[in-house]
């Protein structure tokens, strides 16, 4: 026997068995296809089923719900005023039912021949339900209001109910507030129409005629919650009813006006929003098409446009062109003009009969470029020259008494700033209560940094205060340099008084510590600008004195032995610049400083004061360093005290 007689044979049964399983297969896959038919017609027929079931029970409803309708129509007259007519509640029942039934088989062609019945039983139904809801408003009874609301919502009919509110309720309260109203304004016809007295008799209307429903549809769990009476029934007769007859109360022509009934609309709100017992509800309120529609009517956008012109107007009158006018008495604390016109401006941007919540953003940007605008017209001020001698077509900005001026816009900017800082931040931030917190945040920093700006210019401008003051002075100390003259090779004797020109060139200074008040910061600042100007121009004056000195001595050719010991013409310039430096000190003192604790005069002492008098500044005149006395002469010198600066 070869391998393919074996392989054969071997074979043989696995090809029978191969036969006999698609057979076996063949008979399951025909079951299968059996089984598989059947479920199918039975699917078929279930659905069939169920359609004539749907259309058996709707035509069964609808003829249940036709003969209560009939009964309806032609029983006795339903009593409104006391229990909700059990009659009604059936019907409704049986409506919600047959719209139940009608979403379900809505392609089914019988319930679509159904529609003209159901609604027609709808409509009367809805006819009825109408007259319960007005008469159970009337009668203000919780019990029949929850059981007709119910049964409008049944019968997915909210929007019937919310217009026999907005229709039977509301139209007539609004009518007989208009007229009180006209009645009103007719007694007042001088005076701007005022939207107050409307709102709060609506307000009173709607709490004492719909406060039952409005509290009922707004109880937790009443479910009740598809109604929204107060902005499609409430607020949207009111919007659409002062749209169409108090149109021109919309008006911004007159903002002092607009303002007052803007915020009376607003308030009129908020008292509508009482009712919102949850933040869903309140949502849904502010949400609303009526909502939104009423506030669209306030052009505020145009009412900010008028704020600005009055602001930049009154604002500009004072700073456009003009130079700085100090009043007669001081106001507010400033002594400008300018200054309470910028402050002035401020307080209204945030003023109550001024500022509107909805603009912020804008009367807070107002502030900030009021306060820009000021600080830009101080230091367009300052680069003009001071008087006409700085400039040959130059006006002086600063007037007649530049120094006083300057004086008055430091003071000013500080007390400005100061006042931004101290009391407007605060305003501002009352005003914003509502806004969040980050927001909030970061305006009020916009106003501190503005205020801070304010603190720059008022720097710049005390520095040219302080050079004007220290120039004045600066140009009687060069009288300084005659000292030279009186001592080189004159013959004088030693001085003992102070030079005339300390106390002019000292008199600024006494006249500007009269007029800064006490202010130190000030004082010192011009003091210490003398101070330091009068010390280089003696540091330089010494130093040529002693030079010049080191070279007369190199030109002489005496012998030592003819020398008699006197006093110097150089130790006798340097004792009158030490007795008027000794003079600065007691002027210093009369202005109201302390020169002993004064760095800047300790400095310029440092720098005149002979040897044995540095280290310790000493005013008393006993405190003179003595100096030699000259031999060539018989007559002895005469001390005297110094002049008295005063």
Known sequence: MDVEEAVSKMDEPLEDVEGKMKSVRADIMAVIANLNACLTKREENFRDRARLEIIQD????????EKLIQEMENGPALNYEEAFP????????????????????????????????????????LSELEKSLEASLRTKSPANLQQCLRSFASVNAVDRAEAVVKDKIMKPLLDECLEAYATLIQA????????????????????????????????????????NFLANSVLAEVESTLGEKRATSFSPGIPSTF????????????????????????????????????LKRWNTSVYFTLRFQDVATSLERHLSGTKPTTLPEPKDGFVLGSTVAVWESLGKCFSPDFYLQELADKFLRLSLQVLARYGHWVEQGLQVPASSSEGESAEPWLGADPTKC?????????????????????????????????????????????AHKLDDVAEIAQDRLIGMVSEKCAL??????????????TNKPSP???????????????????????????????AASVCNVYRAMITELIETVKKTESSLKRLKKQASSDAVAKVTDTEKICLQLFLDVKEVGNQLKQAGLDPE????????WEAAAPEDAKGSVQLLPKDVPRVHEETTGSVDQQTEEPPNAS
């Open 58 to 65: 709707t035509s069964h409803a609808v003829s249940k719900l």
């Open 259 to 294: 303002h007052k009934n803007y915020l009376a609309t607003i308030r009129f709100l908020e008292e509508l929003e009482k009712y919102c017992i949850s933040k869903r509800k309140l949502d849904n309120f502010r949400g609303s098409e009526h909502y939104k529609s009423l």
């Open 476 to 489: 009687v100390l060069k009288q300084m340099r005659g000292v030279t003259a009186a001592y080189r090779m």
């Open 597 to 604: 604790n004064f760095q800047a005069y300790i400095d310029l």
């Open 496 to 526: 003992t008084r102070p030079s005339p020109y300390v106390t002019s060139a000292m008199a600024p200074i006494i006249s500007f510590s009269s007029m800064v008040d006490g202010n130190l910061v000030l004082l010192e600042g011009a």
């Open 188 to 227: 007042k016809a001088h005076e701007p129409e005022q939207l107050e007295p409307l709102y709060t008799d609506i307000s009173y209307g709607v709490s004492s005629r719909l406060g039952v429903l409005l509290r009922l549809v707004n109880t937790p769990h009443s479910g009740l919650h598809a109604f």
């Open 86 to 125: 059990r009659l009604l509640e059936r019907i409704a029942s049986e409506l919600s039912r047959i719209q139940f039934y009608v979403a379900k088989g809505r392609e089914l062609p019988s319930l679509r021949n159904l529609s003209p019945r159901i609604q027609r039983a709808r409509e009367l139904f």
């Open 406 to 450: 300057l004086h008055a816009i430091v003071r000013d900017l500080r007390a400005l700033s100061g006042n931004v800082l101290e009391i407007y931040v605060g305003t501002v931030s009352e005003r914003l209560g509502s806004l969040p917190a980050e927001v909030k945040r970061s305006s009020l920093d916009l106003l501190r940094d503005a």
